[in-house]
């Protein structure tokens, strides 16, 4: 098990940019053997895929809603995923959560392929 710490949420204007940062820590794996992924919720709303690199050579994965603005990326010598988002929207408005999974390679897009989130960090878009 890893555990996941999110930050860098908070409240930005509409065109605006964010940098969202996820820590890993506590699991007896080596952090680049985990894929990683961000999902975000809005209230009222289902939990929906953002983004994911793969343990394997780093490839990205984005959602539709998001492609073009948002950009994952880790940095295995400190343990972390990166999303920057830039161009935000309103509708980007939710809690971004960072999920890791051990040797991913299928199915990013899913929840229920993750075993271990963290608490999420809010972020909120004003028009």
């Known amino acids: 098990q890893v555990q996941l710490v999110e930050s860098g949420g908070g409240l930005v204007q509409a065109g605006g940019s964010l940098r969202l940062s996820c820590a890993a820590s506590?699991?007896?794996?080596?952090?680049?053997?985990?894929?990683m992924a961000w999902f975000r919720q809005a209230p009222g709303k289902e939990r929906e895929f953002v983004a994911a690199v793969s343990w394997r050579g780093g490839v990205t994965y984005y959602a539709d809603s998001v492609k073009g603005r948002f950009t994952i990326s880790r940095d295995n010598a400190e343990r972390t995923v990166y999303l920057q988002m830039n161009s935000l929207k309103p509708d980007d408005t939710a809690d971004y959560s960072c999920?890791?999974?051990?040797?991913?390679?299928?199915?990013?897009?899913?929840?229920?392929?993750?075993?271990?989130w963290g608490m999420g960090t809010q972020v909120t878009v004003s028009s």
């Open positions: 999920a890791a999974a051990p040797y991913k390679d299928n199915n990013y897009n899913l929840p229920a392929s993750y075993g271990d």
């Open positions: 506590g699991s007896g794996r080596t952090f680049r053997t985990y894929t």
